[in-house]
């Protein structure tokens, strides 16, 4: 309680507008949904999933898959209070369970974005599959089934937004400069709105979004078919991207 699952870590419109992150509600505010820039408001105020026990190697493995040390660091540690579902659900006290101190990952500062974007169809299926999975509160997952979502691309769009993305990656690898490279998802995400505006300033969006897309795509054209003919296998975000739209 007290939580909510935001999607403003700004990650890369429009193939993948935004991630996952946890965000504080002000308790005093009663309004703080449209202030902190919730799409589709829950209405418990809550943020629910599981909770998991890692040893220090397991920790730091998953940390490091976020980018944890590194100047590309997008995630932040957080403490909070975790309620079980038993202390709600379970009317036999014997089989209550204490709240418990966890940590858990907020999107760090420089980005985080002020209004939440419409995650990708992609994104979306897994965390409802995950909710699923883990057998969270039916509310809560049709919240997560409600939730607006990123249209799928028009199959020009989507190419050149993954070419895009390889010189994107190769730029992060090469220059290792986190405030270069930031510049163009910064750039794509002030155009972007999402799927809730009306349609003549998603179709304006669309057209700003395609602009700034070209010059990056007839570089990455060039670069990824030199790696397909050298035999440099892709890197694995840009690979399963390739096959989930394919």
Same mark, same amino acid.
């Given at each position: @309680? ?14 993948? @507008? ?39 190697d397991q ?58 974007? &419409? ?8 965390? &409802? ?7 969270l509160q ?83 054209f060039v ?12 890197? @694995? ?10």
């Amino acid at each position: @309680p007290g939580y909510r699952l935001a999607f403003n870590s700004r990650t890369f419109p429009p193939l993948e @507008p935004a991630m996952a992150s946890i965000e504080p509600i002000l308790p005093q505010d009663s309004s703080c949904w449209t202030q902190c820039g919730a799409l589709h408001p829950n209405a418990d105020n809550s943020c629910h999933g599981a909770l998991v026990q890692l040893n220090p190697d397991q920790y730091a493995k998953l940390w490091r898959s976020e980018g944890g040390g590194t100047n590309a660091q997008t995630y932040e540690e957080i403490v909070v209070t975790v309620y079980p579902y038993y202390n709600v659900d379970d009317s036999n006290s014997n089989n209550k369970k204490e709240p418990v101190r966890a940590i858990a990952l907020r999107v760090r500062q420089h980005n985080r974005l002020r209004q939440d974007m &419409c995650p990708s169809v992609r994104y979306m299926t897994l965390l &409802c599959q995950g909710a699923a999975e883990l057998g969270l509160q039916e509310h809560y997952q049709q919240w997560l089934l409600d939730h607006p979502v990123q249209p799928v691309l028009s199959w020009m769009v989507h190419k050149l937004s993954l070419y895009n993305l390889v010189v994107y990656m190769m730029s992060r690898t090469i220059l290792k400069r986190p405030s270069i490279t930031r510049f163009l998802p910064w750039l794509l995400s002030a155009v972007y709105v999402p799927s809730t505006r009306p349609r003549p300033q998603r179709l304006l969006s669309n057209i700003a979004t395609v602009y700034i897309l070209i010059p990056g795509f007839l570089v990455g054209f060039v670069v990824r078919n030199y790696m397909h003919l050298a035999g440099i296998p892709p890197h @694995p975000i840009l690979k399963l991207l390739e096959q989930h739209k394919s």
